[in-house]
């Protein structure tokens, strides 16, 4: 039995053009090829993607995926791997709940808040590692610093307007605007004051992120679905990208 690329895309949340990138770059082939030129994956095919679309998660490059998959053979092995780091994902993500639950039932019931409580599971440590390799030990220290000194209630704030912020852009991208017009750069002017308020940031403080670190975090979102899902998946983070080079190469 396989499946159209078509059913592949649906059933996997990517889109038809991504498969067929896998494949360009030889990531994933096609089991075959009808006569009408369409791609079909067969259960092997599906359950290589499910391990591709697994490393993205853990916030792999295509190049290290392919290595991953090229030195790791079996695929139940490998996704006993996966399996292990999605359950403490979820374990995290229980955490985040309980919170979110905890701080509903207090504010509807009129109980004092216990700041301490409300943000278990909301590790801003988790990438420090990738932080440090990309720009930096003193970038990570910076931002972790500033981070520690904010009170519950500016924690809560910082992350009422990155929401707000990824919400404008997802309801951007899906009315179809053109990343250059007014409405998106307005957004990317937004982007860049955001990344300029946070210490650390490459070139932030007074005169804001650089252009090099501007353009090049548009791309991270691009290619790291864990960024892209704040900005509604590949499609929604590629329109950010866009809008981010289009603001970079015009102001900075």
Do not use: C
């Not at 009170?151 to 009422?160: F, H, L």
């Amino acid at each position: 039995m396989d499946w159209s690329i078509q059913d592949i895309a649906r059933l996997s949340g990517t889109t038809s053009r991504t498969l067929r990138h896998y494949d360009d770059v030889g990531l994933l082939k096609p089991s075959r090829v009808g006569a009408n030129g369409y791609r079909y994956y067969d259960e092997d095919a599906l359950t290589r993607l499910q391990r591709i679309l697994l490393l993205r998660e853990l916030g792999l490059g295509l190049p290290a995926i392919a290595d991953v998959l090229a030195g790791q053979k079996e695929h139940a092995d490998a996704l006993l791997t996966h399996l292990h780091w999605l359950q403490r994902e979820k374990e995290r993500l229980d955490r985040q709940i309980g919170a979110v639950e905890s701080t509903i039932t207090k504010l509807e019931g009129g109980e004092q808040l216990m700041a301490e409580d409300m943000f278990d599971g909301f590790d801003h440590t988790q990438y420090k590692e990738e932080v440090e390799e990309r720009w930096g030990a003193d970038a990570y220290a910076k931002s972790d610093a500033w981070w520690r000194s904010q009170t519950a209630e500016q924690k809560a704030g910082w992350k009422a307007r990155m929401q707000k912020l990824g919400e404008d852009w997802i309801a951007a991208a899906k009315a179809g605007v053109d990343p250059g017009s007014d409405e998106a750069q307005a957004l990317a002017q937004r982007q860049f004051e955001w990344l300029r308020g946070i210490p650390g940031t490459p070139g932030g403080g007074t005169t804001g992120p650089t252009k090099e670190y501007f353009t090049g975090l548009g791309e991270m979102y691009v290619a790291d679905p864990r960024f892209g899902a704040n900005y509604g998946g590949q499609d929604g983070a590629e329109f950010v990208r866009d809008a981010m080079a289009v603001y970079a190469a015009r102001n900075l």
